[in-house]
């Protein structure tokens, strides 16, 4: 199965400063990646994704960098705000095709005021 | 317009007991999925349906996990003879599509307690 490792499994910033979360994985198959946040209590959502024709997306203070190569790749958070603050998932379908899909382990982000 | 929904919120059962979890998937959801997801870690996979059939339950953990969505649309996961180290939370996401890119729609969770 799907190999996913996420780092770090908690990140301290200051508000406004970046924050940066990083996967890897082992199906280099694998062509979809999404990114997941849930705040304590609350159903994770996703909250950009990527797939593999693209090496980055950007959505306002997300976006989402690819490296097919290293098979890894990042979530970038600009300028944090505390409602930033959650936990924050990586995840890899199943290059079999449906989306069976492995999480990583969690970043939990905590953003200072 | 509503979202996943998931019954009860909260389950606490000793041990020993049976456990039905509910799952109601975003109307016309194709794809259903239950996860498990302990206190602090990711969600783990348990079972995949595509509409009524169950293409993949490689990750229930044992016999004692069964999962079913007879009509394709409503789901229930239940626990037999549930152990202490069945507490977790039970997460149950629907997909519009069946395709690897179709984003998954999460319910709240049931958070169940083995006592």
């Known amino acids: 199965g799907e190999n996913v490792e996420q780092h770090p499994s908690t990140l301290s910033v200051q508000e406004g400063d970046s924050a940066v979360i990083k996967c890897t994985y082992s199906?280099?198959?694998?062509?979809?990646f999404p990114w997941y946040k849930q705040e304590l209590g609350k159903r994770p959502q996703l909250i950009i994704d990527?797939?593999?024709?693209?090496g980055e997306k950007k959505d306002q203070r997300i976006a989402v960098t690819l490296n097919k190569t290293a098979k890894h790749f990042s979530l970038h958070i600009t300028e944090t705000q505390p409602e930033d603050s959650a936990v924050y998932f990586c995840a890899v379908p199943y290059s079999g095709g449906y989306q069976k899909v492995t999480f990583g382990i969690g970043t939990k982000l905590q953003v200072i005021p | 317009g509503a979202g996943v929904s998931q019954s009860p919120r909260y389950k606490v059962a000793k041990r020993g007991q049976d456990v039905a979890l509910r799952c109601d998937p975003i109307?016309?959801?194709?794809?259903l999925f239950w996860y498990q997801q302990a206190l602090g870690q990711g969600p783990e996979f348990l079972t995949y349906?595509?509409?009524?059939?169950?293409?993949?339950k490689s990750g229930l953990p044992s016999d004692r996990f069964f999962a079913e969505r007879p009509e394709g649309s409503v789901s229930t996961l239940k626990i037999q003879r549930t152990q202490q180290e069945d507490s977790a939370v039970y997460l149950c996401?629907?997909?519009?599509?069946?395709?690897?890119?179709?984003?998954?729609?999460f319910g709240n969770g049931t958070r169940l307690t083995v006592t």
């Open positions: 996401a629907s997909s519009q599509g069946s395709s690897y890119n179709s984003p998954l729609h």
């Open positions: 109307s016309g959801h194709v794809s």
């Open positions: 349906f595509q509409n009524e059939a169950q293409l993949d």
């Open positions: 199906d280099s198959a694998s062509n979809y």
């Open positions: 990527i797939r593999s024709n693209v």
